[in-house]
């Protein structure tokens, strides 16, 4: 085990085993390990896994379930190794220590490049890069569903968890049965003896077996798995079918009241004087709550009611004199005209942040017989998750307790602390089933409003929602962005140069600023983020610089489902499509000519374009385009076959291939394809966030579409056999899909697009 350490701890009450992790250093960690399940029954806040007296495996889930299927994927983890049907892992709240935090998450944070993660590409320098991180992400143990890192993450602990767990268990039974170990089975949680014809479930064996030393543990070898690579059901689908499933918006408890959320027109605004005698008239408003700035909020208002209708009709009739921001917002038109000119300027002097430094771009540029130059671009863009931003607080006797569909709940417990005037350990967190996150919920400033209305509810607890206005116009929005890049073919259209400057803000350090402002620092480093999926591109060029100039627009921005490869990507395979038309090559040919010594990338495009039938006349009326993009450890490659509809592009297939790694549940990882490819489609073709005076224009689903049903295309995915450990899976299918769909428009009418969205 290279990242964490197994701890044992003793039997609890009713026989509970309870096999955990602590981080090491420091050891004293080893001596806080408690024994048996809490006064809610729930496990130990130390331990992942729990073999209650009733023979149920009791799973410490430390994710947050939000439609990408990971309670399913990890439990399929610990029912693999401990032999136990998936109907029968029992999950619950993980808790807050630093055992579960994410440290996989933390480490995608390096800028390395795919090639040095070929096998025997390793240098000792990326090797301590990799250790000095893991171990500052398990020091910080932040527990948060984000980077698609969640299954590799629990790759290694879960496994060995169960493993371990299972040994013990094997052992107590040999102790009892005075029988070899290497002569007992288990079957669906039940060991047994064929000749004796001895039997116990696990829950008969758990005492002794909590204290049984464990031996030497191993995860299964692959040809020994009966669960894992196989499509199992979701372990959440009975109870969303049958709408017994709490989603945020689903809680309710006695006594509570509701709150609705109303910010200034203009981001950055702020109410100043405010006539409530209007709302306060209405039956069923309760009260007027101020709201300061909580985790990057704006100061806002909060009206109570007895519900979210009462609340909301309160907050409307509200006469406020709002006050404008100290500094207004640049109208988004300006912004990317600024953000365009910054990055070719920066390119003509070589300046910005180069992440990519090889050869000598500059002189292979001006030798070159053919030169290549475009600018890119790409809008704000809006997380519009379905379920709208909501928080359930209750501050009673110096305690938190919040309900929250959170993606962070590190972050959430700390800024419940703050706005209460409490200890984390007094903060009490719920996780609820999240309907969407896309990174809109790694952010808080929700549950410090919730939190802050609940102080003034007199121990009741109080439903905080946002209106989709609210959210819409007040959104932590994927950046803005502008790529200007170069490039010089060669003979027979060899890429010879590569020169990518873009200019952009930077996510990482607003993200640190308003949730873990300790972590923020003094100096401001350079954010991987915002050019990852340009400086990490897998093409072999021989001379290339790859860098970005860090803005400061004024407009929040944050985490959006693949964060800067969302728009890196199309900036960089639209232009690696540009250079094979210039080269006179066919475009997947051209890529592959590119992939030396990077076998997996040219596999996974192949097999798209092989189902694809790529090189074989499209269906009348149509074209393709193809697009490869690595993201989150995983490499896929989409096709897509796009006609006219009244001038408009219509979408009518997508290929996707992937290789994401050791594949858990196929079916899951179509699923995420799929969803990611609908969102990715959504955002190609329609999606987009202006401002105008300071004020978002886009406010709902009218003005702010989505892709309808009818609109959606065929979707097929094909997944790669690997050997390799998981690699992201719920965001590496939406890079590809725009730069896909704009060199599918290009095939078909000449034209290129160099700016999203696609049908503005």
Known sequence: ?????????AAGAGGAL????????????????????????RIALNGWIRVAADGAVVLAMNRSEMGQGVHTALAMLVAEELDVPLARIVLVDAGAEAIYGNVAATLAALPEHPRDAEPGAETRGVRLGRWIVAKLARELGLSLTGGSASVADA??????????????????ASLGWKLPVDELMVEEGVVSHAGSGQRAHYGELARVAAATPPGTVTPKPREQWRLIGRTAPRVDLPAKLDGSARFGLDVRLPGMVYAVVRHAPALGGSPGRVDVEPAMRLPGVERVVRLGSFAGSTPALAVVGRSTWHARRGAAALVVDWQPPPARVPDSARILDVLAETAREAAERSEGVAFTQQGEPEVALSAAPVRVEALYRAPYLAHAAMEPVNCTARVADGRVTLWAPTQAPSFARAIAAR?????EEDVDLHVTYLGGGFGRRLEVDMVGQAVRVALETGGRPVQLVWPREEDLTHDFYRPAGAAFLQAGLGEEGRVVALKVTSAGDAIVPRFLERNAPALAGPIELPDKTSIEGLFDHPYLVPHQRIAHVATKSGVPVGNWRSVGHSHNAFFIESFVDELAHAAGRDTVAFRLALLDGLPRHAAVLRLAADRAGWGTPAPPGTARGVALHESFGSIVAQVVELRLADGKPAVQRVVCAADVGTVVNPGIVAQQMESA???????????RIDIVGGVVQQTNFPNHPLLTLAQTPRIETHLLVSNREPGGVGEPGTPPLAPALANAWFALTG???RELPLAA
């Open 751 to 753: 034209k290129r697009v």
């Open 155 to 172: 790759w290694e602990p879960l496994r060995l968890a169960a493993a371990t767990a299972r040994a013990q268990l094997l052992g107590a």
């Open 419 to 423: 706005v209460a005037g409490v200890a």
């Open 18 to 41: 309870l096999v955990g992790w602590a981080v090491l250093p420091p050891r004293s960690r080893l001596g806080r390990a408690s024994a048996g399940p809490d006064a809610q029954g």
């Open 1 to 9: 085990m290279r990242r964490r350490s197994l701890l044992l701890s």
């Open 677 to 687: 490819i609908v969102f990715g489609l959504s955002a190609a073709l329609f999606g």
